[in-house]
């Protein structure tokens, strides 16, 4: 079981950075890769990127490619999303959540309960 806990979401200005945080309690946390995923008003959830155990690999959606960049602690039980150069359409409900799998497209099990971003134009 791992519960995961997202923070660090607010309001900031196009053109802004933020950087969310997503603790996780448990002692295997590097045994998941993990995963940053968004849901805006009247949208379906959408991926953001994912990490892998160790934190070597990452790849990313192309609407944030070279504007995100996932990384994580493994010794603080943390991963993070920083995000620069924001844009309105970034506006959503951040989660992160855990996996024993890594990829694109593989089934989260654990999911946080979301921080909210809002980016202003």
């Known amino acids: 079981q791992v519960q995961l806990v997202e923070s660090g979401g607010g309001l900031v200005q196009a053109g802004g950075s933020l950087r969310l945080s997503c603790a996780a309690s448990?002692?295997?946390?590097?045994?998941?890769?993990m995963g940053w995923f968004r849901q805006a008003p009247g949208k379906e959830r959408e991926f953001v990127g994912a990490?892998?155990?160790?934190?070597?690999?990452?790849l990313y959606a192309d609407s944030v490619k070279g504007r995100f960049t996932i990384s994580r602690d493994n010794a603080k039980n943390t991963v993070y999303l920083q995000m620069n150069s924001l844009k309105p359409e970034d506006t959503a409900v951040y989660y992160c959540?855990?996996?024993?799998?890594?990829?694109?497209?593989?089934?989260?099990?654990?999911w946080g309960q979301g921080t909210q971003v809002t980016v202003s134009s």
């Open positions: 990490i892998d155990w160790s934190g070597g690999f990452t």
């Open positions: 959540a855990a996996s024993t799998d890594y990829g694109r497209s593989v089934r989260y099990d654990y």
């Open positions: 448990g002692r295997t946390f590097s045994s998941y890769a």
